[in-house]
């Protein structure tokens, strides 16, 4: 098959969603869909869950399932389908931030009784940055929940989305009786048993058909009538402005019971967008071009103690990418030839000669790829767009352990290249600091220090409220070295070696602000 065939029958994308809305159930569905899973509860749930455990085995747990479901693909009528996992939890939510660089477009999953949730405004505002195509499903709609206007208003307003339904409800809870597919143009009747597949579809292309009188009932009928007349003040579908990310498509559905989840995905697989051109430092690259690139958004250690080496994850941009062949990594400027890279498919890893652009293979790696890294078949030029976000938590980290002092380097420096957190070197005195965007990443660190890398580190309270990135219009201006001698206690360096302020609060970043105009500090690493 042709690369450019190739290209065309690929769709990369996530699906984000505060814990509990319903992703992995969806998932799970959509998989069944593809025939790439045979039953339900296939698909293990990558959420922290509270409960009997202590923290850190739960984060083990979660890692384990993470390595399975990290990439999840299958075919569904000739389409090549990559779901890439996002953790829901915000203590992980770099992660998912990360991951969300390497999709093509995303499906929010909403559930019907809580609306939009913080973590979905979160995630939701990465993507809208990031002009990426979005398709929301509102989930659970057998459960009695908020009225569909009140939640396409509430999209509208707290996501800041454009959005047009595509299906509509037809009762809800109780009550729930089916869906009309505006999309379709028919009529979906709920069963409520979970084990019908796929449910039987009515084509009621005109509405004032009686036929849809008999099907749902007058009342219901009417109902429906009246609001889809209502529903009328949203915007036609467009799909340029849904590719452009201006404009979001609404289904209605419930993954649990597998109803209304076809006919998300046969729209997803018209509609969503196939692999996309990438900006680089020096270019925009396309996805049929002949040579390959790629980058690394996700890095995982190995979870067998005998096995050390790390999987780096690497999305295809362009050309193909063909096992035991020589490409650059550019940051280190080596050729390097990979023997066993991996594909996913459905909960799968397998060894494959050739992946196109949208693919993820996994990378057996000992250590030499950090998220971001850029590999070419030799030009210069490096992907952008995988930031690191200013950390929230922070401690000092100290060696517990004196005759384990080069174990505690190598073990911080491998688990900083994964992105678990972020080190900052005090200019003042030297010493290191740990930055993380959630308190577990603390503990999680402990225990994978002393697990993987036989090191003990102890911890030391620090008082910083966030950590920016600063950047002088002029580095050589009187204000920019006032400011250096008057923050000295305050600034580090990150990993990168660009200049970090810590504030103690917003108060101070506030001020510090207003006092130094001509000094920009940066919530996000990426500013250049
Ligand atoms: P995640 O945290 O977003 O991955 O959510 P899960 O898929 O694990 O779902 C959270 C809970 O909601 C589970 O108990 C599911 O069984 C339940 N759930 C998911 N979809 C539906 C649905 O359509 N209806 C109902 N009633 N429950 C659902």
């Not at 979660?62 to 829901?88: C, M």
């Amino acid at each position: 098959m042709s690369i450019k065939r190739e290209i065309e029958r690929r769709r990369t994308f996530g699906i984000i969603s505060h814990p509990d809305a319903g992703k992995t159930t969806l998932t799970e569905k959509l998989l069944l869909f593809g025939g790439a899973i045979q039953e339900a509860g296939a698909v293990k749930s990558n959420k922290i869950k509270k409960g009997a455990t202590s923290d850190f085995m739960e984060i083990e747990r979660q890692r384990g399932i993470s390595v399975a479901t990290s990439v999840l693909a299958f075919e569904y009528e000739g389409i090549k389908i990559n779901i890439l996992d996002t953790p829901g939890h915000k203590d992980f939510a770099e992660d998912t931030f990360r991951t969300l660089t390497a999709v093509d477009s995303v499906i929010v999953v909403i559930d019907v009784a809580k609306g939009v949730e913080a973590q979905t405004e979160k995630l939701v505002e990465v993507c809208r940055m990031r002009n990426i195509p979005m398709i929301v499903f509102i989930n659970k709609m057998d459960r009695e929940g908020k009225d569909a206007f009140e939640l396409l208003d509430e999209i509208e307003q707290k996501l800041n989305l454009r959005v047009t339904p595509l299906s509509f409800p037809i009762g809800m809870g109780y009550d729930f009786k089916g869906i009309y597919n505006i999309w379709e143009k028919n009529v979906n009747l709920f069963s409520g048993s979970s084990r019908k597949n796929i449910e039987e579809t009515i084509e009621i292309e005109d509405l004032s058909n009686p036929e849809l009188d008999e099907l749902i009932g007058s009342d219901a009928a009417h109902t429906l009538r009246e609001e889809l007349e209502l529903a009328k003040i949203y915007p036609t579908f467009n799909r340029e402005e849904y590719l452009n990310g201006e404009l979001q498509p609404v289904f209605f559905g419930s993954a649990l019971n597998n109803f209304g989840v076809r006919e998300l995905l046969d729209c997803f697989v018209e509609i969503a967008p196939k692999p996309r051109p990438k900006e680089s430092d020096t270019r925009l690259v396309k996805p049929d071009e002949k040579d390959f690139t790629g980058f690394v958004f996700k890095i995982h250690a190995n979870m067998d103690p005998k096995h050390r080496d790390r999987l780096a994850f690497v999305k295809i941009v362009s050309g193909t990418f063909e096992r035991n062949t020589p490409y650059l990594h550019v940051r280190n400027g080596k050729k390097l030839k990979f023997s066993s890279p991996n594909a996913f498919f459905a909960e799968k890893k397998q060894i494959v000669d050739i992946s196109y652009p949208g693919d993820i293979v996994g990378l057996h790696d000992t250590g030499n790829f950090k998220i971001g890294d850029t590999l070419t078949e030799g030009e210069e030029m490096q992907y952008k767009g995988i930031p690191s976000f200013s950390p929230e938590h922070f401690k000092y980290i100290n060696n517990a352990d004196p005759m384990k002092s080069k174990q505690l380097e190598k073990g911080i420096d491998q688990l900083m290249d994964e992105g678990v957190a972020q080190l900052f070197i005090l200019e003042l005195n030297g010493r290191k600091v740990i930055g993380t965007v959630g308190a577990l990443q603390f503990e999680v660190i402990q225990y994978r220090l002393e697990h993987e890398y036989g090191a003990s580190c102890r911890y030391e309270n620090l008082n910083v409220h966030k950590a920016c990135w600063v950047e002088p219009n002029d580095p050589k201006s009187d204000e920019f070295k006032e400011f250096k001698r008057v923050k000295a206690k305050y600034l580090a360096k990150d990993k990168r070696d660009q200049l970090v302020f810590f504030a103690d609060s917003a108060f101070t970043l506030q001020m510090t602000q207003t006092k130094y105009p001509n000094i920009k500090l940066h919530f996000v690493s990426e500013f250049k």
